[in-house]
């Protein structure tokens, strides 16, 4: 009697697991089902447009956004830009996106990252405006000849549209650089690194926009969320890939690409994923690359593996990092040479 009890409550055991694995199983399968869906939905919300290359204009679409630039730029320095040398020849042009009342790190990054390259470089500040501080931004600006200052208040919400005039700025200048790097002002990068990336990476007949790729990034609908979008902005539960905005290297050709396309896409105010969106849909390439940190890591985790961090809204930090950077470098560049002679 007890050996018919033992296999009758195995029989019941394996029945009952048979039926939890299928419950989870067909539970699994329609959860990826309409998660796909969802994704192929987010994906295909985003119209393609035909580009005329020849011409710089959609041809199967009329434009939904009209970026007036003549009462937008405040100061335009495109003709000083580059003082008593030429610009056209830049192997990096670096792009930064500044809260205008972050003076001390503008300071910073010029005396370092910004500043210091051993590249043919140049560093200019995107910034927005704010009442009652016009004196200290004039000066700066005269000083330096690096601020592009757009007539928009300078809150989250509009920094989307300091990249979308950055583009618009940059398609229109006459510097040539063979690549240019959109990044913020609370980043710590390595110039050289990035160079290096940028090489082996971005050909200039190349549509592409390198960085840390982030895939089926989740639409925010809580209100009290800074991130937040409404149904109306974008219907859709998932954004396609995009780059995140904090620090973006690309070139030339894809800057004029989405200078013209961004006329074309309804602008919502998360910056990186609208950005994505105009990407996709003209079919320009987003490629991940690791050392495009998405989180702040320690200093030889980023001497390692990195070329751009963020986490530096210190300007003491950035400063002691940069220094403490170049100090590593020549030590390694030292090691090598020791090692190369040795050998020899």
């Keep these: 009697m007890t050996r018919l009890q033992n296999a009758q409550l195995f029989q019941m055991f394996i029945f009952c697991l048979l039926w939890i694995c299928y419950v989870y199983l067909f539970f699994q399968k329609k959860h990826e089902k309409n998660h796909k869906h969802i994704k192929k939905l987010s994906i295909l919300s985003v119209e393609k447009l035909v580009f005329d290359t020849n011409h710089r204009k959609i ?12 009462e937008i730029f405040l100061i335009n320095p495109s003709e000083l830009l580059c003082g008593n040398y030429k610009c056209d020849s830049l192997q990096v042009l ?27 470089s140049k560093t200019v500040f995107i910034i927005g405006y704010l009442d009652g501080i016009d004196y200290f931004v004039d000066f700066e600006s005269e ?3 690096d601020i592009v200052q757009l007539n928009i208040n300078d809150q989250y919400h509009n920094v989307v549209y300091k990249t979308i005039y950055a583009l618009i700025w940059l398609s229109q200048i006459n510097i040539t650089s063979t690549f240019i790097h959109f990044v913020d002002d609370d980043r710590f990068l390595n110039p050289l690194n990035i160079y ?8 200039s007949a190349d549509l592409i926009v390198v960085g840390y ?27 396609p890939p995009y780059i995140i905005g904090g620090t973006i290297l ?14 074309y896409m309804k602008v919502i105010p ?43 809204e210190n300007t003491h930090i950035l400063m002691r990092d940069w220094d403490l950077l170049q100090t590593k470098t020549y030590s390694m560049q030292l090691r090598k040479k020791y090692w190369k002679y040795k050998n020899l």
């Design 59 to 70: 041809l199967n679409k009329e434009p939904v956004n009209n970026f007036k630039e003549r």
């Design 94 to 120: 670096f792009v930064v996106k500044s809260y205008v009342l972050n003076f001390g790190q503008r300071e910073a990054i010029r005396r370092t990252w910004g500043g210091m390259t051993k590249l043919r």
């Design 143 to 145: 000083k330096y000849k």
């Design 196 to 203: 290096d990336i940028a090489r082996r990476n971005i050909n």
């Design 213 to 239: 790729l982030l895939n089926q990034s989740k639409t925010i609908r809580d209100k009290s969320s800074k991130t937040y979008v409404s149904p109306d902005d974008y219907p859709f539960d998932l954004y």
């Design 250 to 263: 690309t070139n030339k050709k894809t800057v004029g690409m989405l200078a013209v396309a961004v006329e």
């Design 270 to 312: 998360i910056e990186d994923a609208y950005i994505g969106m105009v990407a996709h849909s003209i079919n320009i390439s987003l490629k991940h690359h690791a050392a495009f940190f998405a989180y702040k890591q320690n200093l030889t985790s980023f001497i390692r593996n990195g070329v751009s961090s963020p986490g530096y």
